[in-house]
């Protein structure tokens, strides 16, 4: 296959996954949810809507269109996360776009999204077939990228030096506040808190806010999203959060879903927000900023193909294989 053919193939990719039948989309995602309970049917059809969005042939093609695509195959293994839906699947589209086999070993907690993406692809064009295999170990590859935690990174570090690689490690995103925001852009910024439970690395997790920052009609705005307090799981981590800063005898606010304390720390726990005055915005730990002069309100959860995780071109690294 050419880079043209690929290209057609995941814009066709986009629009069955756009158009798939009610019926069947109900047991996809009903499927998803048995596997893990954070994948509500909100939260996978949002991820299926994101990638909708970027697999469009014209945005393809710009994408691709300054990368020197190489003619030797390389077998890349690429270990994904399984933090909130599909989150893989643009490691899936650089290493197939790139034209590379593809070595993929999904998350335990996200099998049933990505198999029935690769699924569709391969009956959209056969030839992706020996492109592609699931495998358990990553033992015979010649590149790697891998999504895991600070801890698991150390591991991907040593185990994989001797190849090229993409190793990635926790990271998390702040916004930063000046007070004169509007409702709706304070509306908005609830969607980069609550989208996917918080649970991905642009969700935010931390606020730079003015001194002395009224926080109430932010709170009261966000009562639009109280139905994260639906899900078993969420509600866990709030009671235990809760318990926690009481017995600790941390001020903070609580509007019956959320927790919001001042802390210097960047990645809050599920179900609490930070916030401070002042916070290191080049940290190597923030993936995005959003703000009225960043990330806009609203679309940190929204990322287009050029925005790669932990800032490192994965089209570049893989063009140079």
Excluded at 16 to 25: T, Y
Excluded at 84 to 92: A, E, M, Q, Y
Excluded at 135 to 157: M, Q
């Amino acid at each position: 296959m050419n880079l043209s053919e690929r290209i057609s193939a995941f814009a066709k990719l986009g629009d069955a996954l756009h158009s798939i039948e009610p019926g069947d989309k109900n047991v996809l995602i009903h499927n998803a949810n048995n596997r893990n309970a954070w994948f509500t049917p909100q939260q996978c059809d949002l991820a299926l809507k994101g990638i909708c969005k970027f697999l469009v042939k014209d945005k393809l093609e710009r994408w691709t269109r300054d990368y020197g695509m190489s003619a030797n195959v390389k077998k890349v293994g690429v270990v994904m996360a399984g933090n909130i839906p599909l989150v893989g699947f643009h490691d899936l589209l650089c290493v197939l776009i790139s034209g590379h086999h593809l070595a993929a070993k999904p998350s335990s907690q996200d099998t049933v999204l990505i198999r029935y993406a690769v699924e569709q692809l391969v009956n959209i064009e056969p030839q992706f077939q020996d492109y592609i295999s699931f495998v358990e170990r990553l033992n015979d590859v010649d590149a790697v990228i891998a999504t895991g935690s600070d801890n698991t990174s150390r591991y991907f570090e040593y185990y994989f030096r001797n190849k090229p690689h993409v190793i990635r490690k926790n990271r998390t995103s702040v916004a930063v506040l000046h007070g004169d925001e509007s409702d709706e852009q304070l509306v908005a910024l609830g969607k980069d808190v609550f989208s996917y439970f918080g649970l991905g690395c642009r969700n935010v997790s931390k606020l730079i806010v003015p001194k002395d920052y009224d926080f109430r009609r932010m709170l009261g705005l966000w009562e639009v999203y109280s139905d994260v307090a639906n899900n078993h799981k969420y509600v866990n981590n709030y009671d235990y959060n809760k318990s926690i800063l009481l017995v600790n005898r941390a001020p903070h606010l609580d509007n019956g879903f959320l927790l919001l304390t001042e802390n210097e720390g960047l990645v809050s726990p599920i179900s609490v927000l930070y916030y401070a005055t002042s916070a290191d915005l080049k940290s190597d730990k923030i993936q995005c900023v959003v703000s009225a002069d960043g990330v806009p309100f609203g679309k940190s959860q929204e990322p287009e193909l050029t925005d790669y995780a932990d800032n490192v071109d994965t089209l570049k690294f893989l063009t140079a294989l």
